[in-house]
């Protein structure tokens, strides 16, 4: 049955939500994209007429198509090269979604993308539902074809694999832009001690270069090993020049809500470094530099304001 104007006008309307939905199941905003494209065919190939509740059939499609992909990529995730994180967002993408409470930025975090990981599908799917979208349980249990009771009980068990990680210290742009400067100042000084006193002491640092950007396959671990890697990586050198092919110019900016220095080259977004800051200092450094994982960074720096850089690398 071929859809009217409106019945477009209507999934378009949201399409954002869908997206913002698939993004914190899958941790990838080009496989979110391609859930929501494939929930709009269900909805053009359906009796539209006859869906009493469009928002509740379509968030139930994009939702299964989603748990059907996440069971494929814990297989394809034990092939992966090197570490794995999820896809960044910079600041003011609308893929981030509602944002209104605390526990809806939490559940975009890149920490909390992170811990869910930990998660089995279903409860990835409760979590997100319920943290994020304030879903009730009698809705979840439709979305899922579980009980309410079953609903409960697996947020409970989700919400203590998530509560592993630490308390995030939420901060506005003016703050994370400081606290970007203070890092990058330490990073580029040469020294150890300025970024060792910004770290907690079980700092954790990782990267993900996908096999096609160099990065090590383990984390750095502990404050004095994590600041003397960024010691070395901030280090100029011709050699580091060669192989980044230039010099990347460095901002300060957010991805995920956190603090994060995105570094640029001829308009093209090659890395993303998150900065995960607590009361007591910088928990967790995670550096996203695979080039699949940043089309969508750059495309939006393209559409921003980002004035000039801080720093410029190497």
């Excluded at 640092?205 to 950007?213: N, P, Q, T």
């Excluded at 100029?236 to 957010?254: D, F, V, Y």
């Excluded at 009361?279 to 450094?285: K, L, R």
Aim: net charge negative; glycine share 8%; hydrophobic share 45%.
């Amino acid at each position: 049955m071929a859809l009217t104007a409106d019945d477009v006008e209507r999934f378009e309307a949201f399409r954002p939500r869908l997206e913002a939905l698939a993004y914190r199941l899958l941790g990838s905003a080009a496989e979110a994209e391609d859930a929501a494209q494939e929930t709009f065919l269900r909805w053009q190939a359906a009796d539209v007429d006859r869906i009493e509740v469009p928002e509740a059939w379509l968030t139930k499609v994009v939702t299964n198509l989603c748990l059907n992909q996440l069971a494929s990529a814990r297989a394809r995730r034990e092939t992966y090269v090197g570490q794995w994180l999820p896809e960044p967002l910079l600041g003011g993408d609308p893929m981030l979604g509602p944002a209104e409470t605390a526990e809806q930025r939490e559940s975009v975090s890149y920490a909390v993308l992170t811990l869910m990981e930990r998660l089995s599908p279903g409860e990835r799917a409760v979590y997100v539902l319920r943290e994020a979208f304030a879903y009730s349980h009698r809705e979840i249990a439709a979305i899922l074809d579980i009980t309410e009771a079953a609903s409960q009980q697996i947020l409970h068990r989700a919400r203590k694999h998530v509560a592993g990680g630490r308390a995030r210290t939420m901060i506005d742009e003016a703050a994370a832009r400081r606290i970007v400067e203070e890092f990058l100042t330490a990073a580029a000084s040469g020294r150890t001690e300025p970024l060792v006193r910004l770290l907690v002491e079980d700092v954790v640092s990782v990267a993900d270069g996908g096999g096609k950007v160099p990065a090590r396959a383990k984390a750095f671990q502990g404050a004095l090993a994590v600041a003397r890697f960024l010691r070395g990586l901030f280090k100029p050198g011709e050699a580091k020049r060669a192989i980044a092919g230039g010099s990347p110019e460095l901002h300060a900016w957010t991805a995920n809500g956190d603090p994060a220095v995105v570094a640029v080259m001829d308009g093209r977004v090659v890395g993303v470094l998150s900065l995960e800051v607590t009361a007591e200092g910088i928990a967790a450094i995670r550096n996203q530099v695979n080039p699949d994982k940043l089309e969508r960074a750059t495309a939006r720096w393209a559409a921003v304001d980002h004035g000039d850089p801080l720093f410029t690398i190497f």
